[in-house]
């Protein structure tokens, strides 16, 4: 890139900083795309929506009223954030000024500068990225490589200039430019009907050719690279390497572009490689020198000098063993040569970047990494190497000291949430996410603290992390653990079994946002127990000494981070020993949560001072807040047995806090369950209701009056005040007996809604019963007619959905690590209410099912109207009583002053 280009980029990445950009193929160009391969994506996607909209609750026509009322407040999705970078390596402008990562429907662009994203290159429907390179003619032009289609993107200003269609479904790609003619080709694996995989070269010029066919073979090659300007071609499938050479290239004339070919088979399985030119050795030979870099499952790295020798052999007499080099446990994800040739550096499994300097067989490590490493590039001058992590992070180190100049870290979602099933109780998990009550924006999700390959499908990932993600500008705030770690260290046992770390499954905060309340859990190896218990199945051995602990975290605004205020070992238990925490629940207008336990009690926790021997309360009242447990409730005369222990149960406060609501599983030789309820404030069951739904209960939401409650495979509306049950059809879905999967509800008072995600198809009990393909449907509710008012199909498995009371929008996170925004367009121009001001009343009358007024609780803290406050106490937040050497870095003091004094 010129330096007159650079400038010009960077001045136009100021202007667009300040938001990102979501680039879309508009309708304006579509006149350019030729009549072939013009695809009307959004026609069958509207038919669909409209005609699944039509059918309501009960099945009946939908009404005038609901025709209105979706004519003039649709809902619609916004652009989606987040998102899992796809395993291409990322590319870099070759100023280093700009930074392409790609994902599975588009192309981010970000500034190395700032770390910030700039735009977003977004393909159609259904198309998948599987490459994209930057013209080495034009560095204004992004090439987009998708299955069926390559397209052409001016990715400064984010249009689209030109796309064409390709003949046959492509794998991978590589793009070089034909030193004969100087025009830019593109070499990609094409896989044919039959099986077999096809090398073609085609032309990305302003006239399109068809394209030159140069190898058919029946291995399944699936990686290539190109030099030489074309004229070397290196393609593997794992196990075999294929070396194509020519000594002209011309696109106008296929008759007369051959290719000789060499195949070699390699002594271990490939997991990556990378070759480069050897000037030295090409100018003594005719043929060109190349000299390539193999990784292998082994953890070893195999090093050709010149393949024509040492890997193929020119002659017997010249072929030569590679040189081997051997650090990594496992296999080698990554490996890449320096731009002099001298350095090798490589990654893998053991979260460590390796650097080898092959004159004198030194090795330098950058060790600690926050998770493996995936994808290795080296910039094109050479000064900076790009290192995809696991976590789906991305760093930018400079070659010389190895320190970061650039991080982009996204979505860190596990890979295996959405496919590990819990079979002992027919049950998905999905993720434990919830939205600041007074920053909505924020999404806090738990994801895993270590991405290691010993997490396998065969057990629940662990998340012990706690993830803070801004879904409005789609940015990463922060990380913190929420349970022990190992990160570090090796994660494998002396006899190769896994050391998995805490898992949390329970999170909620309250609604001023100052408390966080998270459960975590560790279940031992069973070969670690079976010692104690010898009598015991090995299946049951785990299960009987769990670790369960329950964390109360208070929000330091100076440090903008959780502090562990206090842990409570085993919050519930039985027969001495730790039960499973299944539900968590935060008290509205109070700081209090209540638990219910696997020993069929209800605990009510609330703060309180904590005395000190020799400290005065208002000295440090602060710093003196504990956790205790005010109250609890004894379920188990409502179960079968008073020492039957629950396996699935969920809780909800009402809106006002006054109810807390119990939902257990059935009786046995019954598939009706019951739910309680439960006065908040003195713990007394007052109503008991059977019938309300049906199979186990997974979650519970309150909407004024009424409590929905999802179970497996139904989703029940009881109206409390009335006693009237309404069971919503879910149509199109399977009977809970085929489907394992938790249906997902959320409501939403602004916008008077109800939310549910549900599965159809995708397992079936009758093995003669063909399988049908899972598909997720999001639908939307309004209350309290209850009637279908919108309806759309999901692209992949939805692990939470959430209800942001202050936009009346749902937030849905999928399995690809990707959020989505449903909103009500007559909503969004509402102003939405303040977050202090809170729901204290309830239009339904809950409190009468009491026969008493609803009073505050004693431990509900005052709700007071702001008051200006002068700068000296504004700061005195800041600062405290913190002495000097417990402060934090000068950053974060910085920015603190700076927005306590821009808010005052």
């Given at each position: 890139?010129?330096?007159?280009?650079?400038?010009?980029?960077?001045?136009?990445?100021?202007?667009?900083?300040?938001?990102?950009?979501?680039?879309?193929?508009?309708?304006?160009?579509?006149?350019?795309?030729?009549?072939?391969?013009?695809?009307?994506?959004?026609?069958?996607?509207?038919?669909?929506?409209?005609?699944?909209?039509?059918?309501?609750?009960?099945?009946?026509?939908?009404?005038?009223?609901?025709?209105?009322?979706?004519?003039?407040?649709?809902?619609?999705?916004?652009?989606?954030?987040?998102?899992?970078?796809?395993?291409?390596?990322?590319?870099?402008?070759?100023?280093?000024?700009?930074?392409?990562?790609?994902?599975?429907t588009s192309v981010q662009v970000f500034a190395t500068a700032t770390s910030r994203l700039l735009r977003t290159l977004q393909m159609e429907a259904?198309?998948?990225?599987?490459?994209?390179?930057?013209?080495?003619?034009?560095?204004?032009?992004?090439?987009?490589?998708?299955?069926?289609?390559?397209?052409?993107?001016?990715?400064?200003?984010?249009?689209?200039?030109?796309?064409?269609?390709?003949?046959?479904?492509?794998?991978?790609?590589?793009?070089?430019?034909?030193?004969?003619?100087?025009?830019?080709?593109?070499?990609?694996?094409?896989?044919?009907?039959?099986?077999?995989?096809?090398?073609?070269?085609?032309?990305?010029?302003?006239?399109?050719?068809?394209?030159?066919?140069?190898?058919?073979?029946?291995?399944?090659?699936?990686?290539?690279?190109?030099?030489?300007?074309?004229?070397?071609?290196?393609?593997?499938?794992?196990?075999?390497?294929?070396?194509?050479?020519?000594?002209?290239?011309?696109?106008?004339?296929?008759?007369?572009?051959?290719?000789?070919?060499?195949?070699?088979?390699?002594?271990?399985?490939?997991?990556?490689?990378?070759?480069?030119?050897?000037?030295?050795?090409?100018?003594?030979?005719?043929?060109?020198?190349?000299?390539?870099?193999?990784?292998?499952?082994?953890?070893?790295?195999?090093?050709?000098?010149?393949?024509?020798?040492?890997?193929?052999?020119?002659?017997?007499?010249?072929?030569?063993?590679?040189?081997?080099?051997?650090?990594?446990?496992?296999?080698?994800?990554?490996?890449?040569?320096?731009?002099?040739?001298?350095?090798?550096?490589?990654?893998?499994?053991?979260?460590?970047?390796?650097?080898?300097?092959?004159?004198?067989?030194?090795?330098?490590?950058?060790?600690?990494?926050?998770?493996?490493?995936?994808?290795?590039?080296?910039?094109?001058?050479?000064?900076?190497?790009?290192?995809?992590?696991?976590?789906?992070?991305?760093?930018?180190?400079?070659?010389?000291?190895?320190?970061?100049?650039?991080?982009?870290?996204?979505?860190?979602?596990?890979?295996?949430?959405?496919?590990?099933?819990?079979?002992?109780?027919?049950?998905?998990?999905?993720?434990?996410?919830?939205?600041?009550?007074?920053?909505?924006?924020?999404?806090?999700?738990?994801?895993?603290?270590?991405?290691h390959i010993s997490q396998q499908g065969h057990q629940c990932p662990s998340s012990a992390v706690l993830q803070t993600f801004d879904i409005r500008?789609?940015?990463?705030?922060?990380?913190?653990?929420?349970?022990r770690t190992n990160a570090t260290t090796l994660d494998i046992g002396p006899d190769g079994t896994p050391i998995v770390a805490p898992d949390v499954?329970?999170?909620?905060?309250?609604?001023?946002?100052?408390?966080?309340?998270?459960?975590?859990?560790?279940?031992?190896?069973?070969?670690?127990?079976?010692?104690?218990?010898?009598?015991?199945?090995?299946?049951?051995?785990?299960?009987?000494?769990?670790?369960?602990?329950?964390?109360?975290?208070?929000?330091?605004?100076?440090?903008?981070?959780?502090?562990?205020?206090?842990?409570?070992?085993?919050?519930?238990?039985?027969?001495?020993?730790?039960?499973?925490?299944?539900?968590?629940?935060?008290?509205?207008?109070?700081?209090?949560?209540?638990?219910?336990?696997?020993?069929?009690?209800?605990?009510?926790?609330?703060?309180?001072?904590?005395?000190?021997?020799?400290?005065?309360?208002?000295?440090?009242?602060?710093?003196?807040?504990?956790?205790?447990?005010?109250?609890?409730?004894?379920?188990?005369?409502?179960?079968?047995?008073?020492?039957?222990?629950?396996?699935?149960?969920?809780?909800?406060?009402?809106?006002?806090?006054?109810?807390?609501?119990?939902?257990?599983?059935?009786?046995?030789?019954?598939?009706?369950?019951?739910?309680?309820?439960?006065?908040?404030?003195?713990?007394?069951?007052?109503?008991?209701?059977?019938?309300?739904?049906?199979?186990?209960?997974?979650?519970?939401?309150?909407?004024?009056?009424?409590?929905?409650?999802?179970?497996?495979?139904?989703?029940?509306?009881?109206?409390?005040?009335?006693?009237?049950?309404?069971?919503?059809?879910?149509?199109?879905?399977?009977?809970?007996?085929?489907?394992?999967?938790?249906?997902?509800?959320?409501?939403?008072?602004?916008?008077?809604?109800?939310?549910?995600?549900?599965?159809?198809?995708?397992?079936?009990?009758?093995?003669?019963?063909?399988?049908?393909?899972?598909?997720?449907?999001?639908?939307?509710?309004?209350?309290?007619?209850?009637?279908?008012?919108?309806?759309?199909?999901?692209?992949?498995?939805?692990?939470?959905?959430?209800?942001?009371?202050?936009?009346?929008?749902?937030?849905?996170?999928?399995?690809?690590?990707?959020?989505?925004?449903?909103?009500?367009?007559?909503?969004?121009?509402?102003?939405?209410?303040?977050?202090?001001?809170?729901?204290?009343?309830?239009?339904?009358?809950?409190?009468?099912?009491?026969?008493?007024?609803?009073?505050?609780?004693?431990?509900?803290?005052?709700?007071?109207?702001?008051?200006?406050?002068?700068?000296?106490?504004?700061?005195?937040?800041?600062?405290?009583?913190?002495?000097?050497?417990?402060?934090?870095?000068?950053?974060?003091?910085?920015?603190?002053?700076?927005?306590?004094?821009?808010?005052?």
């Amino acid at each position: 890139m010129a330096p007159n280009q650079s400038a010009r980029h960077q001045k136009r990445s100021r202007a667009s900083d300040a938001a990102e950009k979501v680039s879309r193929p508009g309708e304006e160009r579509t006149k350019r795309r030729r009549t072939s391969d013009v695809i009307d994506v959004q026609s069958p996607k509207k038919a669909k929506a409209s005609s699944s909209a039509e059918a309501t609750i009960d099945g009946n026509a939908p009404s005038q009223e609901l025709q209105e009322r979706k004519s003039s407040a649709p809902w619609s999705f916004s652009r989606p954030v987040g998102g899992r970078y796809s395993n291409l390596d990322p590319v870099m402008t070759t100023d280093e000024a700009y930074l392409f990562m790609g994902l599975d429907t588009s192309v981010q662009v970000f500034a190395t500068a700032t770390s910030r994203l700039l735009r977003t290159l977004q393909m159609e429907a259904g198309q998948k990225v599987i490459g994209f390179q930057l013209c080495p003619i034009e560095s204004d032009i992004l090439y987009i490589f998708t299955p069926g289609f390559v397209t052409t993107w001016d990715w400064d200003s984010g249009k689209r200039i030109a796309r064409w269609g390709t003949d046959a479904p492509t794998v991978a790609v590589d793009v070089a430019v034909v030193e004969t003619e100087h025009q830019l080709a593109s070499y990609s694996i094409v896989s044919q009907k039959d099986g077999k995989r096809q090398i073609l070269i085609n032309s990305l010029g302003e006239k399109k050719i068809a394209g030159i066919s140069v190898l058919v073979t029946s291995e399944p090659i699936n990686s290539i690279r190109v030099a030489c300007g074309g004229r070397v071609i290196v393609a593997c499938d794992g196990s075999h390497l294929f070396l194509g050479t020519t000594s002209k290239i011309d696109l106008d004339s296929p008759e007369s572009t051959q290719y000789k070919w060499r195949e070699a088979t390699l002594p271990a399985p490939a997991t990556c490689f990378h070759m480069r030119e050897n000037s030295d050795e090409s100018s003594e030979s005719s043929d060109p020198a190349i000299d390539l870099v193999v990784g292998e499952t082994g953890g070893y790295i195999l090093i050709y000098q010149d393949i024509l020798s040492t890997l193929f052999g020119r002659s017997a007499e010249k072929k030569s063993s590679p040189r081997k080099l051997h650090w990594h446990r496992g296999a080698v994800s990554s490996v890449r040569w320096s731009r002099d040739g001298n350095y090798l550096i490589s990654g893998g499994q053991e979260s460590v970047l390796v650097l080898w300097q092959l004159d004198t067989g030194r090795k330098q490590f950058l060790p600690h990494l926050s998770s493996p490493v995936c994808n290795i590039v080296v910039s094109p001058n050479g000064n900076s190497y790009v290192v995809k992590l696991a976590d789906n992070s991305v760093m930018v180190l400079s070659a010389r000291e190895l320190q970061p100049s650039a991080n982009v870290t996204g979505l860190q979602l596990s890979t295996e949430i959405a496919s590990y099933k819990d079979t002992s109780s027919g049950r998905a998990f999905g993720a434990v996410a919830t939205l600041h009550p007074q920053h909505p924006e924020r999404l806090l999700v738990t994801v895993p603290a270590s991405y290691h390959i010993s997490q396998q499908g065969h057990q629940c990932p662990s998340s012990a992390v706690l993830q803070t993600f801004d879904i409005r500008t789609n940015s990463h705030i922060s990380r913190q653990a929420l349970a022990r770690t190992n990160a570090t260290t090796l994660d494998i046992g002396p006899d190769g079994t896994p050391i998995v770390a805490p898992d949390v499954r329970q999170m909620d905060i309250v609604e001023d946002g100052k408390w966080l309340a998270t459960v975590d859990s560790w279940v031992p190896n069973s070969q670690d127990v079976e010692a104690l218990t010898p009598s015991t199945s090995k299946s049951d051995l785990a299960s009987l000494r769990p670790e369960v602990f329950l964390k109360f975290w208070k929000w330091n605004a100076s440090t903008d981070s959780w502090e562990l205020v206090t842990r409570i070992d085993g919050p519930h238990f039985s027969d001495s020993r730790h039960s499973s925490v299944l539900g968590l629940a935060a008290r509205p207008c109070s700081h209090e949560f209540a638990t219910l336990g696997a020993d069929a009690f209800i605990r009510f926790w609330c703060p309180t001072a904590r005395h000190r021997s020799g400290l005065t309360n208002d000295a440090s009242k602060q710093n003196l807040d504990t956790w205790k447990c005010r109250s609890m409730v004894d379920l188990s005369a409502s179960l079968d047995g008073a020492t039957r222990a629950l396996e699935t149960a969920c809780i909800s406060f009402s809106e006002d806090g006054s109810v807390l609501a119990v939902c257990l599983p059935p009786h046995s030789g019954s598939n009706d369950g019951l739910v309680l309820l439960i006065d908040a404030r003195d713990g007394t069951v007052h109503y008991r209701r059977t019938g309300v739904f049906f199979g186990k209960p997974f979650s519970s939401k309150f909407l004024g009056k009424y409590l929905i409650v999802a179970s497996s495979g139904s989703v029940a509306v009881w109206d409390t005040v009335d006693d009237v049950v309404k069971p919503i059809d879910l149509t199109e879905s399977t009977s809970s007996n085929d489907a394992i999967f938790q249906p997902l509800i959320a409501v939403n008072a602004r916008t008077g809604t109800l939310a549910t995600a549900v599965r159809s198809g995708g397992s079936s009990n009758n093995p003669n019963k063909k399988r049908r393909k899972a598909r997720y449907h999001i639908r939307i509710y309004d209350v309290p007619s209850f009637e279908l008012v919108f309806q759309e199909t999901l692209g992949c498995s939805p692990l939470a959905l959430l209800s942001d009371t202050y936009t009346g929008d749902y937030i849905i996170v999928d399995s690809h690590a990707i959020v989505q925004r449903l909103g009500c367009l007559e909503k969004a121009s509402q102003k939405s209410t303040q977050p202090q001001v809170t729901t204290s009343q309830l239009n339904s009358g809950l409190a009468s099912i009491f026969s008493q007024a609803h009073e505050r609780p004693a431990t509900q803290p005052a709700i007071e109207d702001d008051q200006p406050v002068s700068q000296n106490k504004a700061l005195a937040t800041v600062f405290g009583d913190t002495p000097s050497f417990s402060l934090p870095s000068i950053g974060v003091l910085f920015r603190n002053v700076v927005q306590t004094l821009g808010s005052s």
